[in-house]
């Protein structure tokens, strides 16, 4: 695993948010080889940054389930930079801060959460996360609400945080009708630096997100399975060719509208068995598995993207 501090530009690229394969086996634990799996088939289409998230269901994991993920992605190549969640609660870090200072992570990702908060009280308690972890932050606004009802105060604080050097990157979600119009994206941009922001909701907006706003780079849950088609729609926005871009995107879209529709991060875990890429296995609760008159609809939206990159 990469271990070498984060340079502005490492933030260009495409940053996987893969599932987490676990084991039939009733204590439904982690399947190694199939997650050694996944991860072949992103570093074979070029993809060596990776988010274990929302997608990977780290809300749920318990205290040694965490310790065993942050064991495994300590053992990937040099050539991966791999970033682990934390929290979202204050307890939860806490807990999580012995075991990351032990790891040498670049950086992590704090999750987001609707718990009560505001932005003074966020701000002094993820400053004291970093510190207790060792480990800077990357935070994952995935709404206006996620430090507090007061957006300015809010983004603020975000601020402060970059400007500390305890937040090196931001994970920008909130979902719009329209991305080109985004107050709250824009306010954001006039306090940090674009160019350690992503957009974090996949290849859906990251055309706009990268084209009007410049941001750095992008995540994506469906790259998982079009690894190698996602670099290339990467490849063509770094050279600002945004046109030849949108149809790569469009390769991606029936997927990201059956995990708009039944789930994002259940949707992609049966997606890789779908895709013969990785079988991810059972859901941790307190999600379910995608219903079985889901599959079909699935199926039709993984197999174009198996054979588009079959065809590279």
Request: glycine content about 10%; proline content about 7%.
């Amino acid at each position: 695993m990469r271990t070498q501090p984060v340079r502005e530009q490492d933030w260009r690229g495409v940053f996987a948010v893969p599932p987490l394969a676990r084991k039939s086996d009733g204590h439904r634990s982690f399947d190694w080889r199939e997650n050694d799996r996944l991860v072949a088939h992103l570093r074979g289409g070029g993809i060596t940054r990776l988010i274990y998230g929302g997608n990977a269901f780290i809300y749920h994991l318990s205290l040694a389930e965490y310790e065993a993920l942050l064991d495994w992605l300590v053992s990937q190549s040099d050539d991966l930079w791999c970033i682990p969640s934390a929290g979202p609660s204050y307890g939860r870090l806490q807990d999580q801060a012995g075991l990351l200072r032990a790891k040498k992570f670049p950086a992590v990702m704090h999750l987001p959460c609707g718990d009560p908060r505001d932005a003074s009280g966020l701000e002094a308690g993820l400053a004291e996360f970093a510190d207790a972890s060792g480990t800077p932050l990357i935070l994952y606004v995935k709404d206006e609400g996620n430090f507090g009802a007061d957006r300015e105060r809010g983004l603020d604080a975000i601020a402060r945080l970059v400007d500390r050097g305890l937040c090196i990157g931001i994970k920008y979600a909130v979902p719009r009708s329209d991305p080109g119009v985004d107050p709250y994206l824009d306010g954001l941009l006039r306090r940090v630096d674009r160019s350690i922001v992503l957009s974090g909701i996949g290849e859906r907006p990251a055309i706009v997100h990268l084209e009007r706003f410049g941001l750095a780079g992008y995540t994506t849950g469906s790259g998982c399975i079009g690894a190698g088609l996602t670099s290339d729609m990467f490849r063509l926005l770094s050279q600002a060719k945004y046109r030849e871009a949108a149809p790569v995107r469009e390769q991606f879209l029936p997927l990201e509208d059956i995990r708009d529709q039944w789930g994002p991060a259940r949707v992609l875990h049966a997606a890789m068995g779908a895709a013969g890429i990785s079988n991810c296995g059972p859901i941790p609760p307190f999600v379910s598995a995608v219903p079985a008159e889901v599959m079909k609809q699935l199926r039709g939206a993984v197999d174009p993207l198996v054979k588009a990159l079959a065809a590279r």
